[in-house]
């Protein structure tokens, strides 16, 4: 067990919809970072939150965005669902700076029809 | 893209066998991490390797670094059936704190 809670761990949706997923990090992690890994585009780096702010974005929609809470909490919304944006979406948490690793969540399984 | 690149793709092996996956970067860092990823489930950490080390162990793990090829290997002695997974190797963090992950190689290890 990471100690990095996702939910929900699975998702069935349809196309246009929105949805929230939700990331816990690990107790006293204060960077969260979010990647999309699809069969075909391996582990893709979306957006990382530092202490509530946003540090670093990478290949992130338009149609998506996050945040994080002040209890460290985070949270990513996609909307105008695709059906290319099936995926699986991992949440991460590291401590902060420094070279520590990061520590995965189990995942949020999306799948929109 | 500043994405690693791991080799080979997939790799199938006898229990008992041992397993090499190599892993090319384009950018200097300051340290290499490997991650491993049984299907469907989250990224697991398994070491990591600072720039200013050559090699670095860990239990049946053996991790090298060269720099001036921008290479790492990952070694799996003696493989059992459970380390069937993919594996990673990421960089970073670096510019925008990013970590950045390699296309990964899907290791099979048949009883």
């Known amino acids: 067990d990471s100690g990095v809670t996702q939910t929900p761990k699975h998702l069935i949706t349809a196309t246009g919809q929105r949805v929230t997923l939700r990331c816990s990090p690990r107790?006293?992690?204060?960077?969260v970072y979010w990647y999309q890994q699809s069969l075909d585009q391996g582990l893709q780096f979306l957006i990382q939150?530092?202490?509530?702010?946003?540090?670093a974005k990478g290949n992130i929609l338009e149609r998506f965005s996050a945040q994080q809470f002040p209890d460290l909490h985070s949270e990513l919304n996609l909307s105008s669902l695709e059906l290319g944006d099936s995926a699986l979406y991992f949440c991460?948490?590291?401590?902060?700076?420094?070279?520590?690793?990061?520590?995965f969540g189990e995942g949020s399984r999306l799948t929109v029809l | 893209s500043q994405q690693g690149e791991e080799d080979p793709q997939a790799l199938s092996i006898q229990e008992g066998e041992n397993a090499t996956m190599n892993c090319s970067y384009k950018?200097?860092?300051?340290?290499l991490q490997w991650y491993r990823q049984n299907s469907g489930r989250g990224l697991v950490h398994l070491i990591l390797?600072?720039?200013?080390?050559r090699e670095k162990h860990s239990g049946r793990l053996r991790v090298t670094l060269d720099t001036s090829k921008k290479s790492s290997s990952l070694l799996i002695t003696a493989s059992r059936a459970a380390d069937t997974a993919s594996y990673f190797c990421?960089?970073?963090?670096?510019?925008?704190?990013?970590?950045?992950f390699g296309t990964g190689t899907s290791l099979t290890v048949i009883p």
């Open positions: 939150y530092y202490n509530g702010e946003e540090r």
């Open positions: 107790s006293g992690d204060l960077s």
């Open positions: 990421a960089t970073g963090p670096g510019t925008g704190n990013q970590f950045y």
């Open positions: 390797i600072r720039s200013n080390e």
């Open positions: 991460a948490s590291r401590e902060g700076g420094g070279t520590g690793e990061l520590f």
């Open positions: 950018t200097s860092i300051n340290n």
